[in-house]
């Protein structure tokens, strides 16, 4: 399951008072947000080896005063049901996103393990990028270990 939109923070839009990613509203205006929040996304139900969140601030914390990070998104998803979960820890670029994204999967299709397929992902960022404010924003929560078996 990916998820390439946006996160925000609860800190960034005050009036959810949670974390979020922004989906397009169904009457496809860019006006508003259609959030998805951490609470909605705890509920889902998932069956997900993998969830790969692209956008922003996706390990961020919920906005709990004192509370860490993972405790917002990240949380949510694995509540939800996903064994393994690559999220952002800070906003990243669009190009470095899709770079992460885009490598990470493909060694998974190849039949890396998770962590061997993070790394690929992380080191085709710093390859383009350089500097680990680009690269190390995505963390891995999950068995390191675990084979995602992605499919053609």
Same mark, same amino acid.
């Given at each position: 399951?990916?998820?390439?939109?946006?996160?925000?923070?609860?800190?960034?839009?005050?009036?959810?008072?949670?974390?979020?990613?922004?989906?397009t509203?169904p009457?496809?205006?860019?006006?508003?947000?259609d959030p998805?929040? $951490?609470?909605?996304i705890s509920t889902l139900?998932?069956?997900?080896?993998?969830?790969f969140l692209?956008?922003c601030?996706?390990a961020?914390?919920?906005?709990?005063?004192? #509370?860490?990070g993972?405790? +917002?998104?990240a949380q949510a998803f694995?509540?939800?049901?996903?064994?393994?979960?690559?999220?952002? #820890?800070w906003?990243i670029?669009?190009?470095?996103?899709?770079?992460?994204?885009? $490598?990470t999967l493909?060694?998974?299709?190849?039949?890396?393990?998770?962590?061997?397929a993070?790394? #690929? +992902?992380?080191?085709a960022v $710093?390859e383009s990028?350089?500097?680990?404010s680009?690269w190390s $924003?995505?963390?891995?929560?999950?068995?390191?270990e675990?084979?995602?078996r992605l499919?053609?």
């Amino acid at each position: 399951m990916l998820f390439a939109t946006h996160g925000e923070t609860a800190e960034s839009h005050p009036e959810f008072g949670e974390p979020f990613l922004a989906l397009t509203p169904p009457d496809g205006s860019s006006e508003n947000v259609d959030p998805l929040t $951490a609470s909605e996304i705890s509920t889902l139900g998932l069956d997900a080896d993998l969830v790969f969140l692209s956008a922003c601030d996706t390990a961020a914390p919920d906005g709990t005063p004192g #509370q860490s990070g993972f405790s +917002g998104l990240a949380q949510a998803f694995v509540s939800a049901g996903a064994r393994t979960l690559v999220a952002t #820890q800070w906003k990243i670029t669009t190009r470095a996103a899709d770079l992460a994204t885009g $490598a990470t999967l493909r060694a998974a299709k190849n039949r890396s393990r998770a962590a061997s397929a993070v790394m #690929q +992902g992380r080191m085709a960022v $710093a390859e383009s990028f350089g500097h680990p404010s680009f690269w190390s $924003a995505f963390a891995m929560v999950g068995d390191p270990e675990y084979d995602w078996r992605l499919s053609n």
